[in-house]
């Protein structure tokens, strides 16, 4: 076993080294069930998702705050509730070959998740003003949506308010909190929330932040990375799992 690995729970290291960002990275429609089963296909047994809510409550995966990169959709996302939202299409931006795909509510990700037993890493990715709502609504339906034969889905967030209401929500789910920059308290922060593990942009990685997250008894998870070299490197300074678009598993 990698020194790396000895603090994690048993249940973190069961988890594969490579986890496919969106879904399959740039090789499918973001965020849809069809990229998850490309991912599946290339592979992968590990994948990064981001939820958000419909303007109805339904839990569903898209990236942006707004319709129009990802989807045949117009506008502000927060206008939408879930029957508006499953009659768009948000596979055609990616190639003809994806035309018709809809959107992927949590649940049609959580049934294919229990089918295969995959490791399914939930990025809260809150509407403005949504945060604390997201946290404790997609904490819910993880727990009503998911087998306890399938491995617990990881909740992470750059939004604190929205780990901190999935914490209080679904405790037992493992947390993690998501870092683009080094600000200040991030650590404290990360075990206010409980969490099992921090996932920092891979810019920030160097061999003391790394033994810092270690200190605390964390995983580090990193992100977003696509070129075999820097994966070669954050391997060697001993990083956990790595997000990427373009390599692996
Ligand atoms: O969860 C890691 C990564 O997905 C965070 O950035 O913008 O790609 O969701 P973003
Ligand atoms: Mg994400």
């Not at 209401?165 to 920059?181: F, G, I, Y």
């Not at 696509?226 to 997000?243: F, H, K, Q, S, Y």
């Amino acid at each position: 076993m990698p020194s790396s690995e000895r603090l994690l729970s048993p249940a973190a290291v069961t988890w594969p080294r490579w986890i496919a960002h969106r879904g399959a990275g740039r090789r499918a429609p973001e965020n849809t069930l069809a990229a998850f089963r490309h991912g599946w296909q290339l592979g992968y047994r590990a994948f990064e998702c981001d939820v958000k809510l419909a303007a109805d409550g339904e839990p569903y995966l898209l990236h942006d705050d707004t319709l129009e990169r990802t989807t045949s959709g117009q506008g502000p996302a927060a206008a939408a509730d879930w029957a508006t939202l499953s009659r768009l299409d948000a596979g055609a931006w990616c190639g003809p070959g994806w035309a018709g795909e809809p959107p992927a509510r949590l649940a049609a990700l959580a049934a294919f998740a229990n089918a295969e037993g995959l490791h399914i890493n939930l990025e809260l990715k809150p509407l403005p003003g949504q945060a604390e709502l997201t946290g404790l609504t997609v904490a819910g339906a993880v727990r009503q949506l998911w087998n306890t034969g399938t491995p617990a889905p990881w909740l992470s967030s750059f939004q604190f308010p929205a780990l901190a209401a999935a914490a209080a929500t679904a405790p037992e789910l493992p947390r993690a909190l998501l870092l683009d920059a080094l600000t200040p308290g991030w650590m404290a922060q990360a075990q206010a929330l409980g969490c099992q593990g921090v996932v920092l942009n891979h810019r920030l990685i160097d061999a003391d932040t790394l033994r810092s997250v270690r200190a605390h008894g964390l995983a580090c998870w990193v992100y977003t990375v696509n070129e075999a070299p820097r994966a070669d490197t954050l391997w060697a300074l001993g990083v956990d799992r790595i997000i990427t678009d373009t390599l692996g598993p």
